[in-house]
């Protein structure tokens, strides 16, 4: 993996950088010592370090464009960091760049219940969103599974999923509004607490853009009210493929469950025995399938969903009778990663989206891989929303079994792309999934991608060696070429 | 003298828009014509006519998506998804009667440029929630696609929303794939009779802020009520607020009884069941009490909920009914001089939020800001964003925005 080359101009001038960068942010909000940068060196993918020139922690949006102002005339590259929890190294520093930390963004500016909506700093947690506002009964409902540290201004540039996002969407489905600062400084605000905003949606454009277009810093979210009772459903199957088509005839019998996951029997077992869930262990693929809203809509579709999966051949099926229970139900699921990491030195997880139908495939296809490779793999899957996460196990210590994961898990993307889905649904392309963008997207497709970017940051400072394999200059990427000059329009058929 | 090219394929797109590009000619671009009245009329001698670049080419329900070329008429997947109890959840209107042309004809195309979504973007979200993938022939005439066909993707910037709601101004779709999903068993909806616009608006807040998933809140004053086809919505003699109740049947009953008694305080409650329910709300997603007087101007406000009868009541003009929880405001008044245009701006600068003219002549349409003006620097950005998808400015010139 090719970060892009530093430039030795940029890390002479660091002393003189410094200093401007004093003069907008006093006391300690500029890092310069190693011992301090060492923190940021790396993100949630920490098989990739490096030092940055320089941290710098603003409090004001004011000062975030100063400084972005500031870089821009001195060529500085600028990373944006919320909490560092990226899965694709979307937050790896730079040697020649600046890091942006949002860290002391962290206030609930306001709650507004009347609108259903509430005004936060883009470093509130995920889980600080609903925390300060389930006293009133409400919630913010995505919830990627590091929500208790992962930040709001994070999961606007990764677009972050969570376990209930098939009923409830992703995190662009529940945004009202943005402030967000260009790398020129200009502050532009998008939406509010209305809907649907006019002009291009730069709303939906921003989520997800994985801190390339600008630095975030304010957050209007939509709030939901807390469904009245949620109960969940443990069912266990003999083959993965079972399991699967209980997935599809409950969708097909008109379900949509606030979250749908599966387990494979790495998994399951893995999870077990770590938190003791209550799982069944002899059975190939779990699902939990979990009903939330009016009490007395729950019980008739749990009743519903028991009976499909009945019909498709569940051996294990378990209701959970109380809140605990329901708790405990996805403690298994919630811990799988750190599950799995007990039982290998480490683990590499992967974040491919496939069409629901394809799953024996890609699960046989997987096993395949895995004899291939040598390497034990433990799958987990948002069954709804067909979200693979297959985390490879492997040891850092033994050499070339880092290359042989990373080379495992590029198959397990290629894969994804070539029966229909994606490189990947919720964690982003960041440094890691950067060199396979091509496996799904063409030149064209990338370059037009990249004129969007130049509408926000022409000189390619914010972020770079992200997403893109290629940095074309936008100067280049400007140019139009007509081939054979100003033809007469040929035979189309005209009326 | 300018033409139509009728493309039948997606080559035939790229054609027609690499040779406007090459010739800097400006092309209007048509799904099947059906909001053609809607916006600002476009300054355009040739017209790129999508309605042979049609079809579904790919429909599983089971996995809830559906792909079609982007001038498939939009009957035609209504059709496909009723026969196996789908939706479209964001319900998209058709505007057709409103704007005077030929109801049912609009395409799929030409709704997600337009990104008009029914009564139930509250809760479902809007077009721009549901459009998974596209491609797309930009204005330098090449072919890009964007997303895919599942839910979870976010691989590379997402496309798809920049193109929802452009107007055909980036780049013509020609074949796009949408989140679909099931259709509700049931439908009722709980009436509540005779509320001023700003109690009704906080008896919707009540309501949307429920645990009870409703999935549309809307207030008709009381001469708009009376025109309702449905019977007891018309002889209510008063203003009508209506809240909508989906799912299976045992929770919309549950459901429909517990919020009458927990807004019994506001007075008298009615409920309206499946097919009432269903025409009732098809009238207020397609502005049916607008639909008469088709001389007056039609505006459709975004503002935030709370907001909507102090909106109403500023604008002191014309004629207003609520959806989205009072969010969406649907204002009718005089046609002549700007439309009311610069009274409705003023009355939104302080308080957030955007109006776009409907209908109008199509004079008042070109004078006047058909969509919110925008601040210079975000005016500017937009303009860069275009400048990348379409650098001669040949795609519905002028359709959002004068110079865009």
Redesign the interface.
Known sequence: MQMPEPDQAIIDAKRDIVAALQAIVPGEGVIVDEDELRAYETDGLTAYKQLPLIVVLPETTEQVSRILKCCRERGVKVVPRGAGTSLSGGALPLADGIILGLGKFNRVLEI?????CAVVQPGVTNLGVTKAVEAD??YYAPDPSSQIACTIGGNVA??S?GVH??KY??T??NLLGLEMV?MDG???R?G??????????????M???EGLLGVVTEVTVRLL????TARAVLLGFETAEQAGDTV??I??????PGGMEMMDKPAIHAAEDFVQAGYPLDVEALLIVELD?????VD??LAEVSRIAEEHGAITSRVSESEEERLSFWAGRKAAFPAVGRISPDYYCMDG?????QLPLVLRRMREMSEKYGLRVANVF?AG???LHPLILYDANKPGELEAAEDFGSDILKLCVEV??????????GVE?RDL?GE???E???K??Q??????DPEALLNPGK?FPQLHRCAE??R?H?SG???P??D???? | MG??????NRD?VV??V??A???EQPLEILGRGSKRALGRPVQAAHSLDLSKLSGITLY??????LSARAGTPLAEIEAALDAE?QMMAFEPADLAPLLGTETGNGSIGGMLAC?L?GPR??KA??A??HFLGVESA?G?G?????G???????????????L???YGT?AVMTDVTLKV???P?KTYTVLLLGLDDATAVKAM?RA??????VAGAAHLPAALAAGSEVSYVAAAGGAVTALRLE??G??V???CA?LRRELADLGETEELHSQNSLTFWRELRDVRPFWTGSDRAVWRL?????LGPEVVASIAEGEAFYD?GG??VWLALSADGDAGAARIRDVLQPL???A?LIRAPAEVRAAEAV??P?DP??AA??A??????D??RILNPGR??AGL
């Open positions: 507004d219940l009347e609108n259903r009964g409400f990764e677009n999923g996002c098939l969407g992703l662009t489905n260009l200009t502050i532009l998008v509010g607490k209305h809907l649907d905003a006019e002009g291009y949606d730069l709303l939906g454009l989520t997800g853009s009210r807390k469904p009245e599809a005839a969708i097909a019998a008109g379900i949509i809203g009016p009490q007395a809509e008739h579709l989206t496939i069409p629901r139908a948002h929303d067909g979200n229909g889905g994606v490189l990947t649904g919720e964690h982003g392309v999934k963008m799904m997207f063409s064209i497709d990338l037009q991608q004129r969007v970017k130049c509408a926000f997403v990427l400007g139009m007509i000059g100003k033809l329009f040929p189309l058929p005209r009326f | 033409s139509t090219f009728s493309a039948e035939q054609e027609a690499a040779w590009a090459a010739e599983e329900p089971e996995e809830l998506v109890n990104n979504s973007r509250i979200g809007a721009r929630d930009s330098r090449e072919v890009f696609k964007s895919g066909r599942v839910v979870k993707n976010v691989t590379g910037y997402d496309l798809c929303k920049l929802c709601g452009s980036l999903l099931p259709r068993q807040s949307l802020g429920s645990p009870h998933e799912g299976p045992p929770s009953e549950y459901r517990a975004s503002v935030a909920p709370s989205w969010g969406l957030g939020g955007h776009t969509f919110q925008q620097a975000m950005l937009q860069r964003v275009k400048e990348g998808f650098p001669h959002m925005y």
